[in-house]
């Protein structure tokens, strides 16, 4: 069972996340499994807010904890996007 979910925010530890500096914090957009079932070796996709994405395994990642301000703009900024109709048979 994979650690993080797709769309869970994630920051990149240890010196991986050093050498990204303030820029370290990103989204998870992609998860592959490991083949032999090792979940500390699954590998993770993360969109970064400057359109980078890097590909990393779970033992490079930590969660994200968000703030009660943070979870209020997110869920604002959801409220403001347009609905669609995809997905839905006419």
């Known amino acids: 069972m994979p650690r993080f979910k797709i769309g869970?925010?994630?920051a990149l530890n240890g010196l991986l996340g050093e050498l990204h500096g303030g820029d370290a914090i990103g989204t998870v957009v992609f998860i592959a499994p490991d083949r032999h079932g090792m979940d500390v070796f699954d590998?993770?996709?993360?969109?970064?807010?400057?359109?980078?994405?890097?590909?990393?395994r779970s033992f490079q990642l930590t969660h994200i904890v968000m703030t009660d301000t943070e979870t209020h703009d997110e869920a604002a900024s959801l409220d403001s996007q347009p609905e669609?109709?995809?997905?839905?048979?006419h």
């Open 84 to 89: 669609t109709d995809l997905g839905r048979k």
């Open 8 to 10: 869970e925010r994630v």
């Open 43 to 56: 590998e993770y996709e993360v969109a970064f807010e400057d359109s980078r994405q890097l590909r990393v």
